[in-house]
């Protein structure tokens, strides 16, 4: 494998192109399909599909509007909380046309991000535009039952994804394994399968990272993983900090990585410019790393250790 490849995340290489490629989410795909393509008369504009993380919500959005032939306008939420901006930018999303006049899909992610002390009125300016939107709205979370969530639930659709069951998960690990060729004992893929516990992205990280050390997959290398939990190279974390898909993956990336947090600072440093080339997104980067790099100080000058949870959400 070469180093481009490792690098390269297989949870996006491998986003289903397809509603048929989803693996698992037969009910949910149906009735997010019903809703996008039955979207006029509908009397709510606005799906809240939910459930755990890494069970195919955000990809499925992406695989039936491909199917369908819709562009998909992604907002994260957590980039979005206070009203000005879910007006400035979702607003003008849910009134305009999109380019070349094709239909489009508003996909809120991550809803969860918006809410907490840092909300100034987004709840409230995202639940008003639902009613104004001209096209379909689709949010996801992993736990809709905030009560500061009350609002969005009774405009929206509730649409569950279940984790996935591990037949399910087998099936796209091998699928994933034909593909690379990477050999695999069906033991183990079973195995890996299990260790996921539904998180389909879970699973396909770890068998990346597992692909790293071996180009076949055996019980002796599941096992190392779950005997370290996994204690992860550093690059596997990097690809969590700069490729979230969920922001609780982001957070925990360094939780089972050996090296020192000093050490994080300098591979983040070393990495940020090959991943963000536009300059707002490398201001907004570089003073992340700044501000940690603060609390980092704290924690030098006074074993204060419980700041490292901060180190971990700015980085």
Same mark, same amino acid.
């Given at each position: ?27 949910? &795909?149906?009735? /997010? ?5 039955? =979207? ?14 890494? @069970?195919?919500?955000? @990809?499925?959005?992406? %695989? *039936? ?11 994260? %939420? ?7 901006? *879910? ?5 003008? +999303?849910?009134?305009?046309?999109? /380019? ?5 899909? &508003?996909?809120? $992610?991550? /809803? ?21 939107? +001209?096209?379909p709205i689709v949010m996801t979370a992993n ?5 500061? =969530?009350?609002? /969005?639930?009774?405009? %929206? ?10 037949? @399910?998960?087998?099936? @796209? ?8 060729? *990477?050999? =695999? ?7 890996? +399968? !299990? ?26 290398? #599941?096992?190392?993983?779950?005997? !370290? ?11 969590k900090v700069f490729k979230p898909t969920d ?14 947090? $000093?050490?994080?600072? #300098? ?6 410019? !090959?991943?963000?080339?536009r300059p707002e997104d490398l201001a907004r +980067?570089?003073?992340? &790393?700044?501000? %940690? ?23």
């Open positions: 494998m070469t180093q481009k490849q490792s690098a390269s995340p297989w949870v996006r290489q491998h986003q289903p192109k397809s509603a048929a490629d989803v693996f698992g989410q037969d009910k949910a &795909i149906a009735g /997010l399909r019903s809703f996008i393509t039955g =979207f006029k008369p509908n009397k709510k504009k606005a799906v809240l599909a939910y459930g755990p993380a890494g @069970c195919g919500k955000t @990809c499925s959005v992406y %695989a *039936i509007a491909a199917d369908l032939g819709l562009e998909v306008l992604e907002l994260n %939420a957590s980039d979005f909380r206070d009203e000005k901006s *879910i007006n400035s930018v979702v607003g003008n +999303a849910a009134r305009q046309m999109s /380019l070349f006049s094709r239909g489009k899909v &508003i996909l809120v $992610d991550e /809803l969860d991000g918006v809410s907490g002390s840092k909300d100034r009125g987004g709840v409230a300016a995202l639940t008003r535009l639902i009613s104004e939107s +001209a096209f736990d809709p039952w905030d009560k500061r =969530f009350s609002s /969005l639930r009774k405009k %929206a659709v509730m649409i569950e994804f279940a984790p996935l069951s591990y037949s @399910c998960l087998q099936q @796209c690990l091998q699928s994933i394994c034909e593909k690379e060729r *990477i050999g =695999f004992d069906e033991q183990a893929l079973r195995g890996l +399968a !299990r260790h996921s516990a539904g998180d389909v992205r879970g699973a396909i990280n770890d068998l990346q990272l597992l692909s790293q050390l071996s180009r076949r997959l055996t019980l002796s290398e #599941l096992n190392e993983l779950s005997e !370290r939990s996994v204690e992860e190279g550093m690059s596997s974390a990097l690809i922001p609780a993956i982001a957070i925990s990336a360094f939780d089972n990585v050996s090296e020192q947090p $000093d050490r994080w600072f #300098l591979w983040v440093d070393e990495n940020v410019a !090959r991943e963000y080339t +980067a570089y003073d992340a &790393i700044s501000r %940690a790099d603060v609390f980092f100080g704290r924690i030098k000058r006074w074993q204060y250790w419980r700041f490292l949870v901060y180190i971990n959400a700015l980085l």
